[in-house]
């Protein structure tokens, strides 16, 4: 019988070799995905300290400097410890301020919810031109805000405003009222100026919202008798009810830093009627040209803001806990 040739056996060295290095390859091309994601993350890092960090941490020397307009250009100045907080707070601007930011807050977020709710549920409604009136009712929200105060600026004019003359025209008024010269009505103008820009952002989110509500529930509801007012208070208000709470929690943080508006319409004027907290920062620093304090008010600002931040996590527990 012809022998039957025994199967070649590679060498032992090639055999160990190639496992080695497709393991290198792969260490290698990981290392390099590494360094492609930490490449990229490079720009989001660089805005996030050029825009946020360096601002906030300049801004809180300030507050703790004792500042003046020959000392400004210089980053250090003399330790002044917690003069400015104490300057600021103490007087009375500073503390009417601080009132009429939180009254002017919970004004403008009542009023926002009230509207916005109310035009989400009309959008869920069926009716011609429901696509075009959802797009209109952004218009607010995309306008720059510094616009939108110098919109309203010209609507409430007393001698050639819009309003003045449709109340005259209506015979509800005999005389212009001024709108931007009387403190009472100067504030008004303000806050209708900021739930007018602040209704879209409620309007949309609960909309979005109210997709979300199952149908089966509503059909249940329907079937036990109950009227459209008791299917909203039992049924729509606490499926979203945790949407509801996380608007209300970020309408806060806009709201409560509100400038724009208040630049454009009045500049806190007349006698600091319309004076909230971030204007108040502005005309201290650049008009009465005391930075520490205004980086106070500032420092201040931005501690209440981010009070939300604990809050907004508490109400989104659940869902990051699943994440």
Request: proline share 6%; hydrophobic share 55%; charged share 10%.
């Amino acid at each position: 019988m012809a022998r039957t040739a025994a199967p070649a056996q590679k060498a032992p060295g090639r055999r160990s070799q190639r496992p080695d290095r497709a393991i290198a390859e792969v260490s290698r091309a990981s290392t390099w995905a590494r360094w492609a994601r930490l490449t990229f993350l490079v720009p989001a890092v660089l805005y996030v300290l050029f825009a946020f960090l360096i601002p906030i941490v300049y801004n809180l020397i300030l507050s703790f400097e004792q500042t003046s307009p020959a000392t400004i250009s210089s980053l250090f100045a003399p330790f002044a410890g917690i003069a400015n907080y104490k300057n600021a707070l103490v007087q009375a601007v500073t503390q009417s301020a601080i009132i009429r930011t939180f009254t002017f807050t919970f004004l403008s977020l009542l009023f926002q919810f009230v509207i916005g709710f109310g035009l989400a549920l009309l959008f869920n409604l069926n009716f011609p031109l429901r696509r075009v009136a959802r797009s209109l009712v952004i218009i607010p929200w995309l306008l720059p805000l510094l616009i939108t105060g110098f919109i309203f600026k010209f609507l409430f004019q007393t001698e050639a405003g819009a309003v003045n003359q449709i109340l005259a025209d209506m015979h509800l008024v005999s005389h212009p009222i001024g709108f931007l010269t009387s403190p009472g009505w100067a504030y008004l103008t303000v806050l209708i100026a900021n739930v007018w820009i602040g209704i879209p952002f409620f309007a949309v989110l609960l909309y979005s919202a109210l997709q979300d509500v199952p149908l089966e529930l509503k059909e249940a509801a329907m079937l036990d008798g109950a009227n459209a007012w008791q299917r909203l208070i039992r049924v729509t208000l606490p499926v979203i009810r945790p949407v509801i709470e996380v608007v209300f929690v970020l309408g806060f943080v806009f709201t409560i830093k509100v400038f724009d508006v208040v630049i454009g319409l009045t500049q806190g004027g007349p006698a600091n009627s319309t004076e909230i907290l971030a204007p108040w920062a502005y005309n201290l620093t650049f008009q009465q040209f005391e930075y520490g304090q205004g980086a106070a008010i500032n420092t201040i600002l931005l501690l209440i803001a981010l009070f939300a931040a604990p809050v907004y996590i508490w109400l989104n527990r659940e869902s990051l806990r699943r994440a």
